[in-house]
């Protein structure tokens, strides 16, 4: 009889877990030891822990993700866990990247920050429990369904745009051919009345103004919530309350203290608000736009007898490679959105802009960016859009 050796499948899971860990280990210990090595005469001790070229965060969350799937089931197909491995594992080093590849601008920003920690940190303390306490004084305002524009050109720039649809332009830099039929907004939420608000960047500020004239933590940049684009996000918080929505406003720091790996800090904030609000559905990451080329680049539109900051949509695909189901629901969304802000405030929204990052948008069937103005934009003005986002939101949503 010959005697043939079994190996148990548990056995071999083990080891693959432990593979998998040493190879991670391995390849962090590389990476930082050849940068070592190449830059020996110009890498301090500080930037070694600046590199962030792999988050032990993401190392970490994508290790006991695929830990627990070789342990728990390990009766599902081969095919599927290398499906899982190489969409996981890609999210090491390509999300991040080419969402920062997209936003150099704010990355340049966020040098002058760094070197002001200090002050950071106080404003941090100060801040973090009172941005929210903000008296609500909208109940006897009535905001008018419609009203005339006018797009101001001064400190703005030309709208540059791929396709329209109704009126609703969009800036197609995916990688994917829109057609008529993507462009309809033919979707619609089974939830209206949970929203949830953070900010990725929560710490992109505005123009001072003797008003609102804060200590600059940065170049445009502050931690002190109540001038950053987070006191913006109450802003709105404030009136859709006010307008019978329920509201979750998230102010955590996802850019500080380091701005690489911002958008991995907020999908995991993100994620935690979800868990324990299984239904929302509509998910505002709001952003204030980068710095650009110009700091005075500030787009506006005077609304009635009132001059507001423009907005505009980010949305995401997969176009970068990592599953994103939902990017079409989302983008269908920001162009009903659009559609009715036309409507009601023409000149209000600047163009669509269509990329192939996902921006963690992949969380709900209804997620996106929204930048509210630009570092030469004042913050009152940014507040004043407001007043006219939650209006059309409000209609959108009946």
């Known amino acids: 009889m010959i005697n043939l050796a079994v190996i148990n499948i548990k056995d071999i899971i083990k080891i693959l877990k432990i593979i998998f860990i040493i190879a991670i280990t391995l390849l962090v210990i590389f990476k930082f030891g050849s940068d070592l090595i190449e830059n020996k005469n110009e890498i301090s001790f500080e930037k070694i822990f600046d590199l962030q070229i792999i988050s032990f965060d993401k190392i970490i ?15 599902k197909s081969e095919n599927g866990l290398k499906k899982l491995l190489v969409s996981e594992l890609a999210i090491f080093s390509s999300e991040e990247k080419l969402m920062e590849l997209e936003n150099q601008e704010e990355a340049t920003e966020f040098e002058d920050l760094k070197n002001n920690e200090s002050n950071m940190q106080v ?53 994917y051919n829109l057609t008529e039929e993507m462009l309809i907004p033919n979707v619609d939420f089974a939830n209206k009345k949970d929203i949830i608000i953070y900010h990725t960047h929560t710490c992109e500020s505005y123009t001072p103004t003797e008003a609102n004239n804060y200590v600059s933590s940065g170049n445009f940049r502050t931690t002190d919530l109540n001038y950053s684009v987070a006191r913006v996000g109450t802003e709105l918080t404030n009136r859709l309350i006010n307008m019978g929505f329920n509201v979750n406003h998230d102010t955590t720091y996802h850019d500080y203290p380091a701005y690489t790996g911002s958008y991995t800090r907020s999908l995991a904030t993100i994620n935690g608000i979800l868990q324990n609000n299984k239904d929302s559905q509509f998910v505002i990451d709001l952003h204030r736009d980068a710095l650009g080329s110009s700091s005075t680049y500030g787009p506006t539109v005077q609304i009635g007898d009132e001059v507001v900051a423009q907005l505009m949509f980010v949305i ?57 103005g630009a570092t030469g934009n004042t913050l009152e003005q940014c507040n004043g859009s407001m007043k006219y986002l939650s209006r059309v939101i409000e209609e959108v949503m009946k």
């Open 61 to 75: 969350d994508k290790t006991v993700l695929i830990s627990n799937y070789l342990g728990n089931n390990y009766e």
């Open 316 to 372: 995401g695909t997969d176009g970068g490679g990592l599953e994103h189901p939902n990017w079409l629901n989302n983008f269908k969304l920001a162009v009903k959105i659009q559609e009715k802000a036309n409507q009601m405030y023409p000149g209000l929204f600047k163009p669509i802009i269509l990329r192939n990052s996902r921006y963690n948008q992949h969380v709900t069937s209804g997620a996106c960016i929204i930048e509210v």
């Open 123 to 175: 404003s941090v303390t100060e801040n973090n429990t009172n941005n929210e306490k903000i008296s609500n004084q909208y109940s006897e305002e009535e905001i008018p369904f419609s009203l005339p524009t006018n797009v101001i050109s001064s400190n703005n720039k030309t709208d540059k745009f791929t396709n329209e649809h109704n009126g609703v332009k969009v800036k197609n830099e995916s990688s």
